[in-house]
């Protein structure tokens, strides 16, 4: 790379037409943009207006059109079912070009919403290429989520068709799909035209005619389609953030920013090139499945995994070195918690010795904050980089990162690196002045965003406002808290929720479990704040510890109240670490904090949507009772 790191970052700051302009060179157009961006109503910005070009032309069409349609476009692989498959471009366009003519014939057309309700299968990403090729704006919806939150995403979108399959699996279990979208049916006051069910082998369901039709008879009478021409600025899709209550926002993409914007990411934030292997492994349900399974590294023209699994249990701790062992992984990027459940299963990395990761350079993670004790295991283990990245639903791509592709720089470990080129990130105090280097704030972006971030809310340009635009004059607020230090490394401490008060100083929960975490018996832990009469709130440790762990719990809550007084000092006032079976997370591995915090303090809560077993709050619960937290 001629440029360094810092030369990049500026242009990309102070001429970021010119950038981004540079930037749209690289992917294919029907009609190449003259305005690059549109800045006359602000917050409401636009990149590339006048271009036309097609998200699906440029995930397939274009490597075919350039003689890579041999090349693998996407391997999948089930440990959980044993099923595997291999697509090359050409092939995966085939089945994606069948597809959406089998979505015309049941009436889809440009600017339709499908709300795709699937397992991690093939057919899921051909749904979501099939939706790209004929302009229809699809909406992913986390396979085996609640009948309600599928209900109001229904009823959000006002989704002509839902694209479904008979079950997903879980390690030990099978989520049966059709009574939860029976159930959504029932309760969405928005009436779906068609459901497009795929049957899994083993587990068909029968069909309710006319309403329900399987995948292999929607095919049956499809013809190939090619790719529409769309608006740069119209909508590929909808993904709803997951709030825990009232109507969930639905965070929109435009076709041309999303495009450049991730194809650009690959190489320059991961390094991948076109003869890579890449694997990211999340679910298409989230954004990180979305954009980094699916979206980039088809622009890109590389190879992308779809696993079907989970980092334990299918079949034990060992089942990620596998996958990067079996298909010559270059880089894999994942959520923090998926190692914290792999240190706490195999602490000694026992399963590891046992693959060949000689292909492996660069392990990527996102989705929560990635503590360091879990980064330096990694690193000892792997011997690689292990990068800890920030980023939203909101941005679809990385905020903060060591940006491989362009110059590594060295990890501070609990920073997320510096701001990627496009963001120009500050701190807020809550007097509403910027922070200085190590002052703590609300973090945010100066507008414009760059291309691929969200450009609004689906139907609720108000809302977009109001939520991310208004706090902070010119700024998107982030919602996460935290502080820049005198190098420009972003340190992200929590959700601004999950800063805490004790008698007048504010605290970072964040920087108490970067302590706790150090424990050599913690797998994983949460701290929160509950309030107290006389210091307004005090902070409670919530912690995991890993297998085999032969000290008594007591020992071990004496000890890791001794290192946060020692580390943070007598100011958290920190007197209470509970040992507990598991964390209570969201199925894409966040801490559900809030919700135990409402628990302790003895406030309503609705069961949030997107819990990964309920059963764990009411064990929560018992083990606050026990501890004289709740009376």
Known sequence: MNQSFSKIYSNSINNPEEFWGNVAEDIFWFKKPKKILNKSNPPFYRWYEDGTTNTCYNALDLHIDEGNGDKLALIYDSPITGNKGKYTYKQLREKVSKFAGALKNQGVNKGDRVIIYMPMIPE????????????????????????????????????????????????????????????????????????????????????????????EEALSKANNVDCVEMKSN????????????????????????????????????????????????????????HSYIVYAPLFKGCTTILFEGK??????????????????????????????????????????SKYDLSSFESLFLAGERADPDTIKWAESLLKVPVIDHWWQTETSWAISSNCTGIEMMKTKYGSACKAVPGYDVKVIKPDNTLAKP?????????????PGTFPTLWNADERYKKTYMTNYDG?????????????????????????????????????????????????????IGIADKLKGQLPIGL?????????????????????????????????????????????????????????????????????????????????????????
């Open 124 to 215: 899921a990403v051909i749904g979501m290429l099939a939706c790209a090729r004929i302009g229809a704006i699809h909406s992913v919806v986390f396979g085996g989520f609640a009948s309600n939150e599928l209900a109001s995403r229904i009823d959000d979108s006002k989704a002509k068709i839902l694209l479904t399959a008979s079950c997903g699996f879980e390690p030990g279990k099978t989520v049966h799909y059709k009574p939860l979208v029976d159930e959504a049916l029932k309760l969405a006051k928005h009436k779906i035209e068609k459901i497009i069910l795929f049957q899994r082998s083993g587990n068909e369901v029968n069909l309710k005619t006319p309403l329900e039709i399987s995948w």
């Open 234 to 289: 119209e909508f590929a899709y909808i993904l709803y953030t997951s709030g825990t209550t009232g109507i969930p926002k639905g965070i929109v993409r435009d076709i041309g920013g999303h495009i450049a914007a991730l194809k650009w990411t690959m190489k320059n934030i991961y390094n991948i090139d076109k003869n890579d292997i890449w694997w990211s492994a999340s679910d298409i349900g989230w954004i990180v499945g």
């Open 311 to 352: 980092p334990v249990g299918t079949p034990d701790a060992g089942a990620f070195w596998k996958i990067i062992s079996d298909y010559k992984v270059k880089s894999l990027f994942t959520a923090p918690t998926a190692f914290r459940a792999i240190k706490k299963e195999d602490p000694e990395g026992k399963f590891f």
């Open 438 to 450: 190590n002052e703590m704030g609300d973090i945010v972006v100066k507008l414009p965003l760059p």
């Open 475 to 527: 700024y998107y607020q982030t919602y996460d808290a935290g502080h820049i230090d005198e190098d420009g490394y972003i340190w992200i401490m929590s959700r601004t929720d999950d800063i805490i008060n004790v008698a007048g100083h504010r605290l970072s929960t964040g920087a108490i479990e970067e302590v706790l975490s150090e424990h050599q018996s913690v797998a994983e832990c949460a701290v």
């Open 543 to 631: 912690i995991a510890l890993k297998a085999g762990v032969k000290k008594d719990n007591e020992t071990i809550s004496k000890e890791c109240i001794k290192m946060v007084r020692d580390k943070v000092g007598p100011v958290a006032a920190f007197k209470t670490a509970i040992v507990v079976k598991r964390l209570p997370k969201t199925r894409s591995g966040k801490i559900l904090r809030g919700t135990v915090r409402k628990i302790a303090d003895k406030e309503e809560y609705k069961m949030p949507a997107t819990i990964d077993d309920p059963a764990i709050l009411t064990e929560i619960k018992e083990d606050l009772i026990k501890n004289n937290i709740l009376k």
